[in-house]
Nanobody
Framework: QVQLVESGGGLVQAGGSLRLSCAASGRTFSSNAMGWFRQAPGKEREFVAV????????FYADSVKGRFTISRDNAKNTVYLQMNSLKPEDTAVYYCAADSEVGLLPSRGNYDYDYWGQGTQVTVAS
C-alpha cells in the first residue's frame, strides 16, 4: 500500500521559514514526478511546486517563485519543500503528491497525480 506522509507544517510569523517533508512508502518514486499543492479555506487546491524523477527539472507557481524550493532525495524516497519569506497568503493545508506514471516533464495539474498525502497545515501570522 502506497503512503505519502507529510511533516513540518506549523505556525510561523510572516517572513519566517518552514521546511516540509513528504516520505513515500510502498513503492519507489525515483522515476516519477512528485509535487506540492495547497488548499486554503474556501479555495480550490492549487499547484505550488513539482519536480521530476531525477530532480533536475522543477516548476513553481508564480506566487512562490524565488521563495520556495522543491527538492528530493530518492535514496530516502522523500520530497521536500523549503519555504522562505512566508506570507500570510501562504496559509493553507499543503499536500504532497506523486505521479504513478513515468514521464520527462512534471505536471502542474493536480489531476495527473495519483497518490496524495493527508496534508499538513501551514499558518503564517501577520
Amino acid at each position: 500500500q502506497v503512503q505519502l506522509v507529510e511533516s513540518g507544517g506549523g505556525l510561523v510569523q510572516a517572513g519566517g521559514s518552514l521546511r516540509l517533508s513528504c516520505a513515500a512508502s510502498g513503492r519507489t518514486f525515483s522515476s516519477n514526478a512528485m509535487g506540492w499543492f495547497r488548499q486554503a479555506p474556501g479555495k480550490e487546491r492549487e499547484f505550488v511546486a513539482v519536480i521530476n524523477g531525477n530532480g533536475r527539472l522543477d516548476f513553481y507557481a508564480d506566487s512562490v517563485k524565488g521563495r520556495f524550493t522543491i527538492s528530493r532525495d530518492n535514496a530516502k524516497n522523500t520530497v521536500y519543500l523549503q519555504m522562505n519569506s512566508l506570507k500570510p497568503e501562504d496559509t493553507a493545508v499543503y499536500y504532497c503528491a506523486a505521479d504513478s506514471e513515468v514521464g520527462l516533464l512534471p505536471s502542474r495539474g493536480n489531476y495527473d497525480y495519483d497518490y496524495w498525502g493527508q496534508g499538513t497545515q501551514v499558518t503564517v501570522a501577520s
